[in-house]
Nanobody, 124 residues
Framework: QVPLVESGGGLVQAGGSLRLSCAAS????????MGWFRQAPGKEREFVAAINWNSNTYYSNSVKGRFTISRDNAKNTLYLQMNTLKPEDTALYYC??????????????????WGQGTQVTVSS
């Protein structure tokens, strides 16, 4: 098990910024690939970004250039820096982990562990 706890969500105006954090427990964080997903009401869970153990990254087209995924293995923490936020970014944001550390998975089924989510609301 890899318990994951997200934080940093909130209400922000369009054009603003937020930084999400995902704290992981255990000694294996540095070897895991990590991802961020989001889910708006009535919609399917959507891929946002992924980072592998070697800090290679992959983004969805909808956030590329605005969001940055990063990790601090010493702190067992994953981050998502979100800039130039838009109302369509409003969703519940989840972090996820997989022991397939070299990969950059972009579908929910490829991840084994999930956090409980943190709400991001962008007002227009």
């Amino acid at each position: 098990q890899v318990p994951l706890v997200e934080s940093g969500g909130g209400l922000v105006q369009a054009g603003g910024s937020l930084r999400l954090s995902c704290a992981a427990s255990g000694r294996t964080f540095s070897s895991y690939a990590m991802g961020w997903f989001r889910q708006a009401p009535g919609k399917e869970r959507e891929f946002v970004a992924a980072i592998n153990w070697n800090s290679n990254t992959y983004y969805s087209n909808s956030v590329k250039g605005r969001f940055t995924i990063s990790r601090d293995n010493a702190k067992n923490t994953l981050y998502l820096q979100m800039n130039t936020l838009k109302p369509e970014d409003t969703a519940l944001y989840y972090c996820a982990a997989t022991p397939l550390g070299l990969r950059l998975p972009a579908t929910p089924r490829e991840y084994d562990y999930w956090g409980q989510g943190t709400q991001v609301t962008v007002s227009s």
